[in-house]
């Protein structure tokens, strides 16, 4: 098992570092050990001068506790590790040329293939979302052109905030140079944070920029349609050359290729084509790419070639902060006071957070009235309603319980092992942070406690989701399993 310590190795770094620094910068590399020597292999340039300068010094020290004091000798290098390592199927990983198409492998269209084409009408018929996603029409083959671009979606509508930094600065940099350094861009973050919007962002820039730029965007599940109508119609292989004649191919939440089989295996090779050919691929999804039940490993695996970036919830100023910019687009005047109601209010992602701000705006317009904290808990007394009552203490404890596998007398006992009060502590302060309830209301439902072991918990937790990315982590899936 010559690559064995650097799996060793990312395991140990796993546990130091936050996850997305871990899977941004650690995870996608790729090792190849022999004689004594560590060769690590970064999907780019970026990466590399990066992991040199973050990380590489304590790559280096784990590596010596792991091999008994003696550290390998690491070199960095561009590119991916040689053939025999790489869990990959070599004879069809090879990349179509010069447009030349690929032999089939006989995949076979699945029935949920055929389900998702009668669902979706085929690219000639397709309407667009509303008449501004239209953005160019022209005739490719016997397929047309349509990039259903949203006009609206684009940096300067984007607000940026700590959540997605990088994402954004990632995008920005595929926009300014599409087909360099970040291909494919690889972003995943929960519903509605904003993936989708950062990724017609890049389009619309490359079409800023390059007028003539052919750019594709599509959700997965048209792919998929697409190719099983130009099946139906004997046309693959203009299906083929259209998606492969693209500057660059948005497709949106990958995760729906999962058990479609065929799909998956004409993507590969349009993903293999695009890349040869300097054009951009930039793909959005639910979770990390490893993470994807049913997709083949070697398209998980080329996923993470390029740069592999996550779009995290947003925190309360840029909540209020994306608000300020709705309204602002709005035409409507919106304190901060109010803005600020509203995002304490709504936490789980930005597009619910948007819709309660149309509800306002609405209600506003309708009754005449100024958009205050009281009108506002008016306006939305039947959103908030079903918030408070799908997050109650008990949803909380029952989920935390569930998550850490205790039971909930656990969480109300006097138990003071670690296993207990960690998870206790949790979920306290997911209490606080989630429900309208006092610290004494709180302690009382966690077995009659006083309010200062409340807002110890609350300060507790706070400072571990900074040093501990094991607790952030938790922190965050309940955060996404109790609000969405
Ligand atoms: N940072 C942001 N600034 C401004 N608007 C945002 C931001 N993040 C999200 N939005 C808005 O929130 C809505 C939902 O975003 P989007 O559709 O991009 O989410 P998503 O992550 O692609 O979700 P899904 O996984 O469900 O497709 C959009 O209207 C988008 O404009």
Known sequence: MPNSIWHQCLEVLRDEFPAQQFNTWLRPLQSDHREGQLVLFAPNRFVMDWVNEKYLRRIEEVLKDLNGGQAPRVNMKVGSAPREQ?????????????????????????????????TVAGPVSVKPKTDNDRREVQVEGDIKHQSFLNEGFTFETFVEGKSNQLARAA???????????????????????????????????????????????????RFVADMVKALQLNAINEFKRYYRS????????????????????????????????????????????????????????RFGWGLTVMVEPPELETRVAILMKKAEQANVKLSSEAAFFIAQKIRSNVRELEGALRLVIANAHFTGSEITPPFIRESLKDLLA???????????????????????????????TRTVTRPRQVAMSLAKELTNHSLPEIGDAFGGRDHTTVLHACKKILELQDTDPGIREDYQNFMRLLTT
């Open 86 to 118: 790489a869990p990959v199927n070599r004879a069809a990983d090879k990349p179509a040329v010069n447009g030349r198409l690929q032999e089939e492998t006989g995949n076979q269209v699945t029935e949920e293939e055929k389900g998702v084409a009668a």
């Open 171 to 221: 995008s920005m940099q595929v926009a300014e140079n599409p087909g360099g350094a970040y291909n494919p861009l690889f972003l995943y973050g929960g519903v509605g944070l904003g993936k989708t919007h950062l990724m017609h962002a890049i389009g619309n820039e490359i079409v800023r920029r390059n007028p003539r730029a052919k750019v594709a965007y599509l959700r997965s599940e």
């Open 246 to 301: 693209v500057d660059a191919l948005l497709i949106d939440d990958i995760q729906f290729f999962a058990r479609k089989e065929r799909s998956q295996e004409e993507f590969f090779h349009t993903f293999n084509a695009l890349l040869e050919g300097g054009q951009q691929v930039i793909v959005t999804c639910d979770r990390f790419p490893k993470e994807i039940s049913d997709m083949e490993e070697r398209l998980k695996s």
């Open 386 to 416: 079903l918030h408070e009552k799908q997050v109650s203490i008990d949803n909380i404890q029952r989920t935390v319980a569930e998550y850490y596998k205790i039971k909930v007398a656990d969480l109300l006992s006097k138990r003071r």
